[in-house]
């Protein structure tokens, strides 16, 4: 499971080298394939290729004509790319995601489960800072037994 947040480098060549414990705790890396995306230009998300699968899989089980599902796909496939980790624990940031996302020199490796987000070290700063749980958010995570 992917937890906390560590900081990390994207070099000139817009690799991201992931921090060691991500690289070890990443799910389904047998073949250190990826799906590099975003859903909103703010982040890249990094999915396990099998993650990233089951995703696809369920979108295909959709009605291709929903407007969601049409948006979804748009947006992550005009940011999207597969990538391969390379020996030194590095996966290629798509350039246009990198630019969007302001995506460079310093980040934040976040885990989120079963993938990483990574963002602009003032992006999530502010994004945090600007958005803190409120009473409603307390109330819903706690019946969702959190």
Sequence with gaps: MLLGSHTAKIDEKSRLRLPAKFRHDMPDTDNASYYVTSVDGKCARI?????????????????QSDQAVSKYLLITSFYGATSEMDPQGRILIPTILR??????????????????????????S???????????????????GI
């Design 99 to 124: 630019e969007k996302a302001q995506l460079f020199g310093d980040v934040h490796v976040i885990g989120k489960n079963n993938y990483l987000e990574v963002w602009n070290m003032k992006t999530i």
């Design 126 to 144: 502010n994004a945090v800072d600007e958005n803190p749980l409120v009473a409603e958010d307390w109330e819903k995570l706690a019946n969702m």
């Design 47 to 63: 999915y396990p290729t099998p993650v990233w699968e089951r995703i696809a899989q369920k979108l295909l089980e959709l009605p």
